[in-house]
């Protein structure tokens, strides 16, 4: 009896041997062929051969508000062009002139015709221009017309018509303050730039080159560097709504206040330079002795010469007189034009901004100690500055 019950153990032990020995041979197999099946599953390794890279993620959602402005940027942008002034250089050898590049600056077409508009600043001094297009063709460009007293100019091109992309008009006179606007431009060269921003103030006024004011400007945060003089600044619907004219920066770098010369502005001026070459402002018809109000003490503009058969003489106007022993007697002293005070010629042109030939304007005047109010009735547009 125990020499059976050793031999079953005995033979129980042989069983259970065999069968380890059996699954340690195959082991290897089945490890290999669920390696090999992980292997297939997993993601592929990054190229870049790190370690446990992340896998690529979705493209990220475009807010509602980045789409509006990236389509405003696809619609505007091919209006917008880059503009290069030159001098020419005579060689001192040969004596040919080459054209020398002075300075840059932006632009924005106005119409299919050609006709592009830029600050005065721009091409001020120049003794020609180049147009660059949204395409990247460059056109040479000549000048139509220049307002110096409002900073801006004309420029014509003769690219064909499916190369001109014009801007919309918008209205600056119903801006407000927090509206956000939009910037075109080439600023230090780099072509196509867009910033954002928002209407920052309003009635802002700024000094052009001839020294004249330019008023109702537009103040914005929006990003204005150097080279961004003269493109167009825009409203969220993509309508020309002001031309950036200015940055104040004491390093020369935009410091978030920039001005833009007013769409209402622009919708008057730019037509006169287109057919006349110059701005028609109609004629009080006198013409004012610059700065002597102020040497007497009075905030005006006295009246030095009242033109014969003119509005202001028909109304009485009048100028200085020579009495005896060569003295000068003063005339009229103009204080004010429709309400808008007048201390200079430059301050008459303002005052007939938007008026036509025909028009009647309350002059307001100090003749001797009394102040006196007297309708003028405007004349034709003057030949020259003068009034």
Not at 240 to 249: C, D, E, F, P, Q
């Amino acid at each position: 009896m125990r020499r059976s019950n050793a031999s079953v153990l005995i033979l129980a032990l042989l069983t259970a041997a065999g069968g380890y020995w059996a699954g340690a041979r195959s082991a290897p197999r089945e490890v290999a062929a669920l390696s090999s099946a992980a292997a297939q599953r997993a993601p592929a390794p990054a190229q870049n051969g790190s370690r446990g890279a992340i896998p690529a993620q979705p493209q990220p959602m475009l807010q509602d508000q980045e789409k509006a402005t990236i389509a405003l940027f696809q619609h505007a942008s091919p209006a917008a062009v880059f503009i290069t002034s030159l001098a020419m250089q005579e060689s001192p050898f040969s004596l040919n002139e080459t054209a020398i590049p002075r300075g840059s600056g932006s632009g924005f077409v106005w119409d299919r015709e050609g006709h592009i508009v830029t600050n005065f600043h721009v091409i001020s001094g120049a003794d020609a221009a180049k147009v660059t297009l949204a395409d990247q063709s460059t056109w040479d460009a000549k000048l139509v017309g220049a307002a110096p007293e409002k900073d801006l100019a004309v420029l014509k091109i003769d690219a064909p018509a499916g190369k001109l992309t014009p801007l919309p008009l918008g209205s600056s006179e119903t801006l407000r303050v927090g509206q956000s606007v939009f910037a075109i431009g080439n600023p230090f060269g780099l072509d196509q730039s867009l910033t954002t921003g928002v209407v920052s103030a309003l009635g802002r006024e700024i000094q052009s080159e001839s020294g004249a004011p330019i008023r109702e400007v537009i103040q914005t945060d929006a990003a204005i560097n150097p080279g961004n003089s003269g493109g167009p600044l825009l409203d969220s619907s993509g309508r020309l709504i002001g031309v950036n004219t200015a940055i104040y920066s004491p390093s020369g770098g935009s410091s978030g206040v920039g001005f833009a010369i007013p769409e209402h502005d622009v919708a008057w001026v730019v037509p006169d330079l287109i057919r006349y070459g110059r701005v028609q402002r109609p004629a009080l018809g006198f013409d004012v002795y610059q700065g002597l109000a102020q040497r007497l003490g009075i905030d005006g503009a006295v009246i030095s010469r009242v033109n014969p058969g003119s509005g202001a003489d028909r109304a009485g106007l009048q100028g200085l007189r020579r009495a005896g022993f060569g003295r000068v007697e003063l005339g009229d002293v103009v204080l004010t034009v429709d309400g808008q005070a007048v201390n200079s010629s430059d301050a008459l042109l303002v005052a007939v901004e938007g008026k036509k030939a025909g028009d009647t304007v309350r002059v307001e005047v100090l003749r001797g100690d009394r102040r006196v109010a007297i309708p003028v009735r405007l004349g034709a547009p003057a030949a020259g500055r003068g009034e």
